[in-house]
């Protein structure tokens, strides 16, 4: 009986709990209204969940604890609970994560609920209550929008069986398990920290992860939870990093000037569409937060004294692995600046301070930066008038920078700082360490050291020497000018060190600043071997280095004499120079047609062909007269060129390329320009004959300054040395020395009984010579191709291609209309318009030399077989008594090129150098270079090619190799080093 009655009593208790669970459900047109609970039972001891649940229609909604600009939370008041339980028991709503909902086309933004959501609420029902269910009622407030609200409110009740354990509403097992997987992680239960800052009418909240959870971050929102704070909309950025995120909005125009604490939510959702929330409580902080990095305006004393100087800080604070700039960024990237100062009346502010940078390649490239990997304090000094009466100072500042990694993103915010006003200054504890760090890497600016500049055509050479400071402990060194288009950072930077004498070269820049003794200024940074740095403050300091100033840094030694002595020796050395000219290659091609222009005229008067030679003679003379006279001209006005200066300029040898490619055409027959250019041909006036001879001469002059035949070098390094009417005496001779043997056989008939007799062969003969002219206008166009790169070479190529065309259709005037010949004359002066436009354009600019290297693709100074010429790393190897074979030459020397063919790029020569422990140094003199311009004149030899072997012992001099090598005559003088 007795169980049977206790199976009644609990079929009882189940149905008055059904009673009780019965849903309560308050309806509007709007929403749906219930008060639910998550278990059906409730439990002595433990907490029963109830929850408000709330279900507006389509397009309304309700409210987060704090609605945003507009809205009511949902709220419970007037609780009415069983005997043993107070209102203490019930706990605070715990809110789900809202909606960032800005309202229509307004600036106005609420946090909502748009759809279905469960508010839970806890009770904590004490272990000692007695009673056989748990009944409660309270009254819900809400409100429910869209265009407009509607205030709700409901009376609710709910009753639950107390048992001995919770059993799960299955109703509301969703709802609630949604409600707990969208509630913020609480405070105290994270390990996130936030800060938040107010600055120029802007406030930002900043939040800072151990770890990178904030990698997938797709959009981030921050939900105070009191008004007045900021504004939500229309201004809001969001910045996202792995480990970082900072959302700035305006600020309210009633912000709390006195708020340190900031009570909010952090509210995140991912790319694939799930939340996050994080309750915050930010604290006041004077840093501001940008794309990778914190910046802030900070002061190294507590307080300011009217009258007297303090110190305020820039402090940047890169994250890891990037970095910001120095007052010159480098091949990239903005200096930093303070602008748009807001101080006191009459209060003095100074310059922004950069400590010493850091020279940062910028990964598998050439590029360098120079700036800051790590913290960085920029000090600036400020100082308010002595009258000034206030209680407190506030500075205020637009900061600039640029923070950089594979991309640059620039930051600017207005930073502001505000002292008290004191009669002692007092410093800050917590920020004096970073002023003395600061202090510590400024460049000096009082020291001794004198620097020394010398600008090359590939190089910049940066030479400092001090009477007083010892560089020996020094083991790296850079030098960061405050100027781009000083040097190329990258990838040649070669430092020298002496005693009291440091060098460090660099590539120089395609587009080299003009005045550099005017703007070269910047910052020596010297590094010691344990990493400790000491920097030196150069402005304005010094001009060109001349030739006297470059010799003490190239060499340790003396010049050496020819061994010649007296101009008549000189003149006969020159003379001899001058014949064996006649034999080089670039001279044959005009030489040959000059003597096939004897055979041409073998019937003609004695006088006539006196006469032509004589006229050829007058050209060359002329010619070498000219020459000579520029150039002494340009070295007396401080230039440092030397003989065929003419071809390290671009220009002239497009127009090299052009007339020999011209004259090509013309004797392959595809057009006539007279024969008397060339001398060839009898069918012109005398006149024209001697006009042709004068200018062949001409040209002859011109494609010989190419090379330097032996005897040439002493002699033309003595001319230049000398007065203008010694100098000239010297050069006429050269040119009469080349002129010699034509001039004989115009002057001994009879020797022109030994060439071929004239017939149809010499019509053969000079198409033949064309193909010599081709040649040579494809070497020069490959010269050009060194200097320029691949672009110019091909403009120039496609000029010479206009010129073919405009040259064919000059050869068929005779055969066309008037309208044709118009346009066949239209065509070749636009040809000559453009070939002379083109010389002067920026595609014929000097290139340094390793990018021409890399423009044709050579990568030459890629060879392991020799090391581009540096003065300073010459004294360094003869200090350290390593013999040197210096080799001076440029790509538009024939002779040069043909001893690295026939004996330099030898093996036997090669092994020579191996076995005897010598360094092979090559200069390369094709675009103007100052450094190896100093050194030939140092032997005078103002000419390439220059083969110099320096002995192993300091002390020894240097041998001077001859002009025409051969791999015996290099295996004895190695061997005898």
């Known amino acids: 009986m007795s169980k049977t009655l206790a199976q009644l009593s609990a079929l009882f208790l189940l149905c008055l709990a059904g009673f009780g669970l019965k849903a309560q459900v308050h309806s509007a047109e709007q929403i749906e209204v219930e008060l639910v609970a998550e278990t059906t039972t409730a439990v002595p001891g433990e907490t029963l969940w109830l929850g408000i649940r709330l279900d507006p229609i389509e397009n309304w909604h309700t409210y987060w604890k704090f609605g945003g600009d507009s809205g009511e939370a949902t709220s419970t008041s007037?609780?009415?609970?069983?005997?043993?339980?107070?209102?203490?028991?019930?706990?605070?709503?715990?809110?789900?994560?809202?909606?960032?909902?800005?309202?229509?086309?307004?600036?106005?933004?609420?946090?909502?609920?748009?759809?279905?959501?469960?508010?839970?609420?806890?009770?904590?029902?004490?272990?000692?209550?007695?009673?056989?269910?748990?009944?409660?009622?309270?009254?819900?407030?809400?409100?429910?929008?869209?265009?407009?609200?509607?205030?709700?409110?409901?009376?609710?009740?709910?009753?639950?069986?107390?048992?001995?354990?919770?059993?799960?509403?299955?109703?509301?097992?969703?709802?609630?398990?949604?409600?707990?997987?969208?509630?913020?992680?609480?405070?105290?239960e994270h390990e996130l920290t936030a800060r938040f800052n107010r600055h120029d009418g802007k406030v930002s909240v900043m939040v800072q992860a151990p770890d990178a959870r904030f990698a997938d971050v797709d959009e981030a929102w921050f939900f105070p939870t009191r008004a007045r704070v900021m504004k939500y909309a229309p201004y809001r950025d969001v910045m996202l990093e792995d480990s970082r995120i900072r959302i700035t909005t305006e600020q309210h125009n009633r912000h709390p000037a006195d708020m340190t604490e900031l009570d909010g939510m952090l509210a995140w959702v991912d790319e694939e569409g799930a939340w996050y929330g994080y309750d915050l409580r930010p604290t006041l902080t004077s840093v501001a937060w940008d794309h990778s990095i914190e910046v802030e305006l900070i002061a190294e004393t507590a307080n300011i004294v009217p009258g007297e100087t303090a110190w305020l800080g820039l402090r940047l604070d890169p994250a890891e692995h990037w970095h910001t700039y120095w007052k010159m960024g480098g091949d990239s990237g903005e200096p930093t600046s303070l602008n748009e100062w807001d101080a006191p009346t009459g209060a003095q502010i100074g310059e922004l301070q950069f400590p010493a940078p850091s020279w940062l390649p910028f990964y598998d490239t050439d590029l360098v930066n120079f700036g800051y990997e790590e913290q960085v304090l920029h000090p600036v000094a400020v100082t308010i008038p002595a009258d000034y009466e206030g209680e407190s100072v506030e500075f205020s500042t637009l900061a600039y920078w640029n923070v950089c990694d594979l991309i640059c993103i620039p930051g600017e915010q207005r930073l502001s700082i505000t002292l008290p006003v004191g009669e002692a200054l007092e410093t800050d504890a917590a920020n004096a360490d970073l002023f003395a760090d600061a202090r510590e890497q400024l460049p000096l600016d009082d020291h001794d050291i004198r620097p020394l500049i010398a600008v090359a055509g590939e190089r910049v050479s940066l030479g400092f020497e001090s009477p007083t400071l010892s560089f020996d402990d020094v083991a790296d060194a850079w030098f960061f000018p405050e100027q781009r288009r000083v040097i190329k950072p990258g990838p040649l930077r070669d430092v020298s060190v002496q005693a009291n004498l440091l060098q460090i070269t660099h590539q120089q820049p395609r587009r080299m600043l003009d005045n550099l003794d005017e703007t070269v200024y910047g910052a020596l940074v010297l590094e010691d071997a344990a990493g400790e740095r000491t920097a030196y403050d150069f402005v304005n300091p010094a001009g060109i280095a001349d030739a006297t100033t470059l010799a003490p840094m190239a060499t340790g030694f003396g010049g050496s004499d020819s061994g010649l002595g007296g101009l008549p020796l000189f003149m006969l050395g020159a003379l001899l120079g001058g014949m064996i000219l006649n034999l080089m290659p670039c001279v044959f091609p005009v030489l040959s047609m000059k003597a096939l222009s004897f055979v041409a005229a073998s019937g003609e008067t004695a006088r006539h062909q006196r006469n032509e030679g004589l006229a050829y003679t007058g050209g060359i003379l002329v010619s070498f007269v000219l020459l000579a006279s520029v150039l002494i001209a340009l070295r007396a006005a401080g230039e440092q060129v030397g003989w065929a200066f003419q071809f390290q300029q671009p220009w002239f040898l497009a127009f090299i390329v052009y007339l020999f490619f011209t004259l090509g055409l013309s004797l392959s027959g595809v057009f006539e320009i007279g024969t008397g250019l060339m001398g060839v041909g009898n069918d012109l006036t005398a006149q024209k004959g001697y006009k042709g001879s004068f200018f062949t001469g001409v040209l002859a002059t011109m494609v010989a300054t190419p090379c330097t035949a032996p005897f040439m070098?002493?002699?033309?390094?003595?001319?230049?040395?000398?007065?203008?009417?010694?100098?000239?005496?010297?050069?006429?001779?050269?040119?009469?020395?080349?002129?010699?043997?034509?001039?004989?056989?115009?002057?001994?008939?009879?020797?022109?009984?030994?060439?071929?007799?004239?017939?149809?062969?010499?019509?053969?003969?000079?198409?033949?010579?064309?193909?010599?002219?081709?040649?040579?206008?494809?070497?020069?166009?490959?010269?050009?191709?060194?200097?320029?790169?691949?672009?110019?070479?091909?403009?120039?190529?496609?000029?010479?291609?206009?010129?073919?065309?405009?040259?064919?259709?000059?050869?068929?005037?005779?055969?066309?209309?008037?309208?044709?010949?118009?346009?066949?004359?239209?065509?070749?002066?636009?040809?000559?318009?453009?070939?002379?436009?083109?010389?002067?354009?920026?595609?014929?600019?000097?290139?340094?030399?390793?990018?021409?290297?890399?423009?044709?693709?050579?990568?030459?100074?890629?060879?392991?077989?020799?090391?581009?010429?540096?003065?300073?790393?010459?004294?360094?190897?003869?200090?350290?008594?390593?013999?040197?074979?210096?080799?001076?030459?440029?790509?538009?020397?024939?002779?040069?090129?043909?001893?690295?063919?026939?004996?330099?790029?030898t093996e036997r020569v090669k092994q020579s150098m191996a076995d005897n422990d010598i360094v092979y140094m090559k200069g390369d003199w094709t675009n103007e270079d100052p450094e190896i311009t100093a050194v030939l004149e140092e032997f005078r030899r103002p000419s390439v090619p220059l083969y110099v072997l320096y002995p192993g012992d300091s002390a020894g001099e240097p041998v001077i190799l001859p002009q025409i090598l051969t791999p015996a005559i290099l295996d004895d003088a190695f061997s005898a080093i």
């Not at 017939?759 to 490959?782: D, H, I, R």
């Not at 004359?825 to 390793?850: D, I, N, P």
């Not at 300073?872 to 440029?890: H, I, K, Q, S």
Request: aromatic share 12%; charged share 10%; glycine share 8%.
């Open 78 to 188: 007037d609780w009415q609970l069983p005997a043993g339980i107070s209102e203490e028991n019930i706990g605070d709503i715990v809110w789900p994560i809202p909606e960032w909902t800005p309202f229509l086309d307004s600036g106005l933004v609420t946090f909502t609920y748009g759809h279905e959501v469960i508010l839970p609420l806890p009770v904590s029902v004490p272990a000692d209550f007695q009673g056989d269910a748990f009944a409660a009622e309270t009254t819900i407030d809400w409100q429910v929008c869209e265009v407009i609200c509607i205030p709700g409110s409901a009376r609710f009740a709910i009753s639950l069986p107390v048992a001995d354990s919770p059993a799960i509403d299955e109703r509301w097992r969703e709802g609630f398990a949604r409600a707990r997987a969208n509630t913020p992680v609480p405070l105290g």
């Open 713 to 905: 070098g002493p002699a033309l390094g003595f001319a230049l040395t000398q007065p203008w009417l010694v100098a000239m005496l010297v050069f006429l001779s050269l040119g009469f020395g080349m002129a010699l043997p034509i001039l004989v056989l115009s002057f001994a008939p009879a020797l022109t009984s030994f060439l071929p007799r004239p017939g149809a062969w010499m019509n053969t003969f000079k198409q033949f010579m064309a193909f010599p002219l081709y040649a040579s206008a494809a070497f020069f166009l490959w010269v050009l191709g060194n200097q320029v790169g691949v672009m110019g070479m091909s403009l120039v190529l496609g000029v010479c291609i206009l010129l073919a065309l405009s040259a064919w259709l000059y050869q068929r005037r005779h055969v066309v209309g008037p309208i044709m010949r118009t346009a066949n004359l239209a065509v070749g002066v636009a040809t000559l318009f453009l070939a002379g436009y083109l010389m002067q354009t920026s595609f014929l600019q000097t290139m340094a030399q390793a990018d021409a290297d890399l423009a044709l693709g050579s990568g030459e100074y890629a060879s392991a077989d020799f090391e581009p010429f540096s003065s300073a790393r010459l004294a360094e190897y003869r200090a350290g008594g390593t013999p040197v074979f210096v080799n001076m030459t440029a790509d538009w020397c024939i002779t040069c090129l043909v001893n690295e063919q026939s004996s330099l790029g």
